[in-house]
């Protein structure tokens, strides 16, 4: 599962380059047997959850079923919202989105001949610089974390390619410096830090097609190898790390507990999965891609009966990819542009305008496009972050 050598083009726009260029290396989705029942650990990183549209039995609570949503136009509250959570960054800096999570957003910042990763925190003032990249031009911010305490962890692709190496940091809030935590000079997946507990998790390539998950204490100490395998990038999903990892001619989901590192089993109708992609999960929702020619949106939540293919409408899925979830939000991004599911509602809106991004996680929604050609001067980005949770239900089906 090593990245590919794709070039790509320089972060001027909106868009994080790990998210829009991280190749889709497994696909398709297939049901096989029974798995294995929860562990504790998994157990006790899902909990039961409800929705108007989930059904049980007529003679009391059992298994719940989705049904389909059906697309809205984006309201009004949605939209006023969305503007009112703008990210001002300096005059003369051009952002691009990296991730956003509580009260934070992770920025790369260009202008004035120097790059930089950046962190906005909510309450205003000026951004935090957590590093300044050695070579403004080919060096780009892929991915972030932060504890919104005090420590941070980012990761910087240094080259224009896929495989170009990377560079993983910790940031220290306290005393506003960043020490690399490790170098990847190997094909493998793109780093996706995880900071979780006063731990970093990520993998990164070791060679002969596979790659390692390691966990590194942010207060520093040696990192510690969790586990080996021809693997994709690792997520968290409530008190789980899961990946997708090949498994002879197929692929599956693994997992390990967040606290203790020890391997967990994921619940039945998971554990089940072969060859999904674009998995994610926040430990009670579970979202995916199935399919090639017809690919849909599978959801699964504890305590429903069986997964369901919740949206199927071209364009919605045409390209689907980079699912991100938040609460009863879930995220994804077209070709063409970006959609969130409202499954309180069971309805889904295009969310932002053509080539736009947008991310639900750990809280937060946040978007990003830009207001003419990105490539062009005069056109000025445009990066908005909300709280997912203090936002209206979308309009329902009959609405």
Do not use: N
């Amino acid at each position: 599962m090593a990245t590919s050598g794709r070039a790509f083009p320089l972060a001027g726009g909106v868009f994080p380059p790990a998210l829009l260029l991280t190749g889709v290396l497994l696909t398709g989705c297939s049901s096989a047997g029974p798995g294995p029942a929860p562990t504790p650990d998994a157990a006790s990183a899902t909990s039961a959850s409800r929705s108007p549209q989930a059904t049980g039995s007529p003679s009391g609570p059992g298994p719940r079923t989705l049904a389909a949503a059906c697309e809205v136009r984006l309201p009004a509250p949605w939209s006023s919202a969305l503007a009112a959570g703008e990210v001002r960054t300096p005059p003369g800096e051009r952002a691009v989105l990296s991730d956003a999570g509580p009260g934070w957003t992770a920025v790369q910042l260009t202008g004035s001949g120097r790059r930089r990763a950046a962190l906005v925190e909510a309450g205003g003032g000026s951004p935090r610089t957590l590093l300044a990249f050695d070579d403004p031009d080919a060096h780009q911010l892929l991915a972030a974390d932060y504890d919104g305490r005090r420590w941070a962890a980012f990761a910087v692709l240094e080259g224009r390619t896929l495989d170009s190496p990377w560079s993983l940091y910790v940031w220290d809030g306290t005393t506003g410096t960043a020490r690399r935590l490790t170098h990847a000079d190997r094909p493998g997946p793109l780093p996706r830090p995880v900071v979780s507990g006063g731990t970093v998790h990520w993998a990164q390539g070791v060679g002969d097609g596979e790659a390692t998950v390691y966990a590194a204490p942010v207060a520093g100490g040696e990192p510690r190898a969790v586990h080996t395998g021809v693997m994709d990038t690792p997520f968290a999903a409530g008190g789980l790390l899961v990946w997708r990892e090949s498994a002879g001619p197929t692929t599956r989901l693994s997992a390990v507990s967040l606290r203790g590192l020890r391997s967990a089993a994921l619940p039945a109708p998971l554990a089940a999965l072969r060859d999904l992609r674009s998995v994610v999960s926040d430990g009670t929702t579970w979202a995916w891609v199935a399919g090639e020619t017809e690919p849909r949106l599978m959801v699964w939540r504890t305590g429903d009966a069986r997964p369901t293919a919740v949206v199927t409408t071209s364009p919605a899925v045409d390209g689907m990819d980079q699912l991100r979830i938040s609460g009863r939000l879930i995220t994804w991004r077209t070709p063409e542009t970006s959609y969130a599911l409202d499954l309180g509602s069971l309805s889904y809106t295009r969310i932002t305008p053509a080539y736009g991004y947008a991310q639900a996680g750990d809280g937060a929604l946040a978007v990003a496009y830009s207001l003419g050609d990105a490539k062009a001067d005069g056109s000025r980005s445009v990066i908005q972050v909300v709280d997912a949770g203090r936002l209206p239900a979308l309009p329902g089906c009959g609405g």
